[in-house]
Structure formats: C-alpha cells, structure tokens
C-alpha cells in the first residue's frame, strides 16, 4: 500500500527558510514521479516542483525557480523540498504525490497523480 507522510512546515517570516520531507513507503521512490503540489485557501491545487522517475529530471513552476529545491534520497525513500526566501504568497497546504508515469513528470497534471500525503501547513507571515 503507497504511503507518504509529509512534516517539516510551520510557521516561518518572509525571507525565512524551511524543509519540507515526505516519507515514502509501499513503493520505491525511483520508479515514480513525485512532486509537491501546494493549495493555498480559496485557490486550486498547484503543481510547484518534480521529479521524474528513473534518471530524476526535475521541474519547477516559474514562480519558485530560484528559491526552491527538490530532491529525493533514494536509500530513505524520502522527498525533500529545501524553501529558502519564502514570501507570503508561498503559504499554502503543501502536499506530496506520486504516481507511475512513463514519461517525464512536467506532462502530467494534478489529477494525474493519484497517491497523496495529508498535507502540511505552510504560513509565510510577519
């Protein structure tokens, strides 16, 4: 049974940093796409990074380049998401997903992933 548990948000001031870590188990993370979504209240579900199975190609939606970073330890089955220079409009539920998907994870959308964590609180605020 696919499992992941995300922790590491909270409360954190513009400009600040924080990790994100989704735990994976049931699967092995190399043979998935996995990525984070975000939804922030009264927004839809966004896609903000991935990564591709296999070789790990990854994405980032165009307002987080720069200032976020994902990665995936494959020996602890884990995801990361490393958030530096956070600003208020990155506060969101934040969500990891994964799904088998044969091609690279930038193609697909949200509805396409069908394995979700519960989700963690993310707040930027002074």
């Known amino acids: 049974q696919v499992q992941l548990v995300e922790s590491g948000g909270g409360l954190v001031q513009p400009g600040g940093s924080l990790t994100l870590s989704c735990a994976a188990s049931?699967?092995?993370?190399?043979?998935?796409?996995i990525g984070w979504f975000r939804q922030a209240p009264g927004k839809e579900r966004e896609r903000g990074s991935c990564?591709?199975?296999?070789?790990?190609?990854?994405y980032y939606i165009d307002s987080v380049k720069g200032r976020f970073t994902i990665s995936r330890d494959n020996a602890k089955n884990t995801l990361y998401l490393q958030m530096n220079s956070l600003k208020p409009e990155d506060t969101a539920v934040y969500y990891c997903?994964?799904?088998?998907?044969?091609?690279?994870?930038?193609?697909?959308?949200?509805?396409?992933?069908?394995?979700w964590g519960q989700g963690t609180q993310v707040t930027v605020s002074s």
């Open positions: 990564i591709s199975s296999g070789y790990g190609s990854t």
């Open positions: 997903a994964a799904e088998r998907l044969a091609l690279s994870c930038w193609l697909y959308g949200v509805h396409e992933f069908g394995n």
């Open positions: 049931g699967f092995t993370l190399g043979g998935y796409a």
